[in-house]
């Protein structure tokens, strides 16, 4: 008897209640240190099959980047990272050269949102400069470059150049997806694909040969020339100078000159 009334017990025994996990309210003060530091850093994912080592990713981006004040690096997901600055313009100023090259892999670097989860964040679209060389003169304007870049993504500008021999060429900014294969490659010179190189390539057969023989990727599709920026599709007008802008040697004003510059006065007119 006693051990079917311990039996009778035991089945009608209940669980215990669900209970409802803590709620936590929390205002602005609370989290002004963690935003105030996450405003001053970026996310960034690097598009690679490869394992990546914080400390030498740290090392080699602190040197690539001008060894910026306060840089530090944190792993928050899967060869995602979070890039922490004491400056904001440092910040900014990496941010505006993205993507950027890591171990031969693309960088890709976004903002941080505080609204948006690190897994969800979209690092597929890059913008990338194509050069567009041998045109006929008469088709050499931006727009040409605005239509001619639209065979690979989305356009963004178009600026016509000239180098230093007077030739002139279109360099077209283009967003694209790293996933995808270029129509005319970068990256990996044998696939076309983003995100690794020729040794990694999963497109090689036994004999180490990618599938389509008639590949129409290789290391020239990589642009050299840097040339003189002449006219811009935002602007439609022209722009003096280039790329790397190179101090301007001052004159120095001699005496006599400044001692004619002071004895000048103005008069007013009736």
């Known amino acids: 008897m006693t051990s079917q009334s311990n039996s009778s017990s035991h089945q009608n025994k209940q669980p215990p209640p669900h ?4 709620l936590i309210v929390y205002d602005g003060d609370d989290v002004h240190e963690g935003v105030d ?34 840089m530090k690096i944190e792993e ?17 100023r990496i941010l505006l050269g993205s993507p950027w090259i890591f171990r031969n892999s693309w960088l890709v670097l976004r903002q941080w949102e505080r609204t948006q989860s690190f897994e969800n964040m979209d690092f597929s679209k890059i913008p990338i400069k194509l050069q567009l060389w041998g045109l006929p003169a008469h088709c ?16 963004r500008n178009a600026e016509l150049y000239e180098t230093r021999d007077k030739g002139t060429f279109i360099k077209v900014l283009v967003e ?6 270029l129509k005319k490659g970068d ?17 090689k057969n036994e004999n180490g040969n990618v599938e389509d023989e ?8 990589r642009a050299s020339q840097v040339g003189r920026l002449v006219r811009s599709n935002l602007s439609g007008s022209s722009h003096p100078g280039s790329e790397r802008m190179r101090p301007t ?13 002071s004895s000048l006065s103005v008069t007013k007119e009736a």
């Open 249 to 261: 040697k001052k004159t120095q004003i001699s005496a006599d000159v400044m001692a004619m510059l």
């Open 37 to 70: 530091a996450c405003v001053r850093s970026l996310v960034g994912r690097i598009i690679t099959d490869k394992p990546i080592h914080t400390n030498s990713m740290q090392n080699a981006l602190s040197g690539m980047w001008c060894n910026p004040k306060g």
């Open 19 to 22: 209970e409802d996990p803590p």
């Open 76 to 92: 928050v997901a899967p060869k995602t990272f979070q890039i922490f600055f004491e400056k904001e313009e440092d910040a900014n």
């Open 176 to 181: 694209i997806d790293v996933h995808n294969s």
């Open 214 to 221: 008639e590949s129409n990727f290789g290391p020239w599709l």
């Open 187 to 203: 990256q990996c010179k044998d696939c076309g694909v983003i995100g690794h190189d020729e040794e990694s390539c999963t497109q």
């Open 140 to 155: 050499k304007t931006p727009k040409m470059g605005m239509k001619i870049g639209a065979c690979m993504g989305i356009v």
